[in-house]
């Protein structure tokens, strides 16, 4: 890699941050920028919901999209080298494949199953942190007959991983901004019905009463789902905001937000904006039965934690953690923590992930 390749590509990756990129724009330029400083053939190109180290968009080249199963599950359920949970917690966000097997790519079963039949070789994965936060992750493969990758390629990926981290945390800010630029807000008056309401927030109601198979009676009406969460808040005496997650015939989840106003007359404000990946993640746990404290910790087991690094995050004994993550996966009907998070992305996060990632051109 000459001096000159890095610099048009870490100037490529600090355009984007001053063009203020989508993720789409970011996923794709940022991938270009990489295969500036590095040879690959084939390419997955990850944005991550940094709570959990989870995706929520990418960019694939090369793959066929049969692979993204087989792909999660050799990194989740039974995890070889280079796990991007491990990568993104390491001194060193970036590694390859064949000085992690010694040079015999052989003994990695991803390798063997994936990456081989396609005459794939050497492969280099990368997470892309800020801090203690990531942002990203990669993972790059090269054919077999070009050998593994040299140690300039390498430190080409090293040295743009933190611009590449800028990039994809701008372009997650920009999205929650665009997210909350369609916040809708409804006005429920003591009787549940709609006082005010903005325009959103009508078509919105619209697709909610639809996905319960009914039409609006007319404009006052409240969608049925609603109504437990108008309820608790108008006698939530603490006052607090209580959320509910609903789908829109689009197939998209909404976030649905509820608080009591001043008033004497039980007037009720919901709020209704897209959901986040951070708003599904507890949802679906919920459905499981756990706690609030147990659902906290299915987000450090996601990011690699051990017992003993969860309980000095919440401030618990490990014994008190052991115990949780045993409830937690009885009641998930899981045998171990890879299978526990591999059965939330697989069938809760990985449809919606699917239909964000687009192929290279």
């Known amino acids: 890699m000459s001096v000159s390749a890095f610099v048009t590509a870490r100037d490529r990756l600090l355009r984007l941050v001053d063009t203020r990129s989508d993720l789409t724009t970011s996923l794709d330029e940022s991938l270009t920028a990489l295969a500036g400083v590095a040879?690959?053939?084939w390419a997955a190109l990850m944005i991550v919901d940094p709570q959990t180290i989870l995706p929520v968009a990418g960019v694939v080249e090369g793959f066929r999209p049969e692979a993204c199963g087989p792909f999660w599950d050799f990194e989740l359920v039974a995890p070889g080298y280079n796990t991007f949970t491990t990568l993104a917690r390491s001194t060193d966000h970036v590694a390859t494949l064949y000085d992690a097997t010694d040079g015999d790519l052989s003994r990695s079963p991803a390798y063997?199953?994936?990456y081989q039949p396609l005459g794939g070789g050497d492969e280099l994965r990368a997470a892309f942190v800020l801090g203690t936060t990531c942002w990203g992750i990669v993972s790059l493969v090269r054919e077999a007959t070009a050998g593994p990758f040299?140690?300039?390629e390498?430190?080409?990926v090293r040295q743009l991983a933190r611009f590449v981290a800028r990039t994809f945390r701008q372009a997650m800010l920009l999205d929650r901004e665009r997210r909350d630029a369609k916040?809708?807000?409804?006005l429920v008056d003591g009787d549940n019905r709609i006082a005010h309401a903005t325009i959103e927030a009508r078509s919105l109601l619209e697709e909610i009463h639809s996905v319960q198979h009914l039409g609006m009676a007319d404009e006052s009406e409240l969608p049925g789902t609603l109504l437990a969460l108008v309820t608790r808040a108008r006698f939530n005496v603490a006052g607090e905001h209580?959320?509910?997650?609903?789908?829109?015939?689009?197939?998209?989840w909404l976030r649905i937000s509820a608080a009591r106003t001043t008033a004497a007359d039980g007037h009720v404000v919901l709020?209704?904006?897209p959901a986040r990946t951070s708003d599904l993640i507890p949802m679906v746990l919920e459905g499981y039965g756990l706690t609030e404290r147990e659902t906290e910790i299915?987000?450090?087991l996601a990011r690699g934690l051990t017992s003993r690094e969860i309980a000095a995050e919440m401030t618990l004994s490990p014994h008190t953690v052991r115990d949780h993550v045993k409830a937690i996966l009885r009641k998930c009907a899981a045998t171990s923590r890879g299978e526990l998070i591999a059965r939330l992305f697989a069938d809760h996060l990985r449809p919606a992930f699917e239909e964000a990632v687009h192929r290279s051109s």
Do not use: C, Q
């Not at 916040?183 to 409804?186: G, L, M, S, Y």
């Not at 209580?242 to 998209?252: A, K, M, Q």
């Open 271 to 273: 709020t209704i904006e």
């Open 183 to 186: 916040t809708a807000t409804v």
């Open 112 to 114: 063997r199953e994936m």
């Open 242 to 252: 209580l959320s509910t997650r609903t789908r829109s015939t689009s197939g998209t």
């Open 150 to 152: 040299p140690e300039d």
């Open 298 to 300: 299915v987000g450090y």
């Open 154 to 156: 390498v430190d080409g």
């Open 39 to 41: 040879h690959f053939r």
